[in-house]
């Protein structure tokens, strides 16, 4: 028998399964046919074969119970067993999002880089948000076309939306710098005064707001994915 099992894949690649397969008879009652569940040379009457898994599930656990049906016309007995599948997100978090959030906070301090060295910093942000891009496109291409989105969806968007602030972040940077004096370190005569430099004011307040928003997302997308 080749058997369907539904599946939603809204955590996905954390998602679980519970998949079914109900054996009985809605024609015969139980006097005539009494079904039930023998183990034999196993713990569990259910056994799964090693090779009958996708690569990426695990199998968690295996449940099977009997149940009878009361009705009009008699008692209908059948037999219940169950898979609970869970996907092993192994492959994602060492390709995609351990390095992505490495490469996040990276380009939370790519805003201490100088914005003087606008070259520098640019080359700096076209890398991270090139690896961050790369790395999502690659992953979203192997997941299947569904009609709603997926923990691995948000995690991408989220992710380019990082991006599009680092790089909003250095493009007002270097814009206030190029309308201000940034040359206050000779003015005002002491390094630690460098502070009240404009640009350097405006770097310090989006790589502030980029780092708490990154740390909150994080602790939100995992404490929601692994609940």
Same mark, same amino acid.
């Given at each position: 028998?080749? *058997?369907?099992?539904?599946?939603?894949?809204?955590?996905?690649? @954390?998602?679980? +399964?519970?998949?079914? !397969?109900?054996?009985?008879?809605?024609? +015969?009652?139980?006097?005539?046919?009494?079904?039930?569940?023998?183990?034999?040379?196993?713990?569990?009457?259910?056994?799964?074969?090693?090779?009958?898994?996708?690569?990426?599930?695990?199998?968690?656990?295996? @449940?099977? +119970?009997?149940?009878?049906?009361h009705v009009g016309?008699?008692?209908?007995?059948? !037999?219940?067993?169950?898979?609970?599948? /869970?996907?092993?997100?192994?492959?994602?978090?060492?390709?995609?999002?351990?390095?992505?959030?490495?490469?996040?906070?990276?380009?939370?301090?790519?805003?201490?880089?100088?914005?003087?060295?606008?070259?520098?910093?640019?080359?700096?942000?076209?890398? *991270?948000?090139?690896?961050?891009?790369?790395?999502?496109?690659? =992953?979203?291409?192997?997941?299947?076309?569904?009609?709603?989105?997926?923990?691995?969806?948000?995690?991408?968007?989220?992710? =380019?939306?990082?991006?599009?602030?680092?790089? !909003?972040?250095?493009?007002?940077?270097?814009?206030?710098? /190029?309308?201000?004096d940034c040359d206050?370190?000779?003015?005002?005569?002491?390094?630690?005064?460098?502070?009240?430099?404009?640009?350097?004011?405006?770097?310090?307040?989006?790589?502030? *707001?980029?780092?708490?928003?990154?740390?909150? @997302? /994080?602790?939100?997308?995992?404490?929601?994915? *692994?609940?």
């Open positions: 028998m080749t *058997l369907a099992c539904p599946m939603s894949l809204s955590k996905f690649p @954390f998602d679980e +399964h519970n998949c079914s !397969i109900r054996i009985g008879s809605y024609a +015969h009652t139980v006097d005539r046919i009494d079904y039930s569940w023998v183990v034999y040379k196993s713990k569990t009457p259910v056994i799964v074969a090693d090779n009958a898994l996708h690569a990426g599930m695990n199998l968690v656990n295996v @449940f099977s +119970h009997e149940t009878t049906a016309t008699g008692d209908y007995k059948s !037999i219940v067993g169950t898979l609970l599948l /869970q996907r092993n997100p192994y492959s994602y978090k060492v390709s995609l999002f351990v390095p992505n959030i490495l490469l996040g906070v990276l380009l939370g301090l790519s805003f201490l880089v100088s914005h003087r060295a606008p070259h520098a910093r640019m080359l700096l942000l076209a890398v *991270l948000v090139s690896l961050v891009i790369g790395q999502n496109y690659l =992953a979203l291409r192997n997941v299947p076309i569904l009609p709603y989105r997926t923990c691995l969806d948000c995690w991408s968007y989220s992710m =380019a939306a990082f991006c599009v602030l680092a790089v !909003i972040g250095f493009a007002i940077s270097t814009s206030v710098a /190029q309308f201000k206050m370190e000779e003015k005002l005569g002491s390094p630690r005064k460098m502070w009240k430099d404009p640009g350097t004011k405006t770097d310090l307040i989006f790589g502030s *707001l980029y780092l708490v928003s990154f740390i909150i @997302f /994080q602790i939100a997308f995992w404490a929601m994915t *692994l609940a």
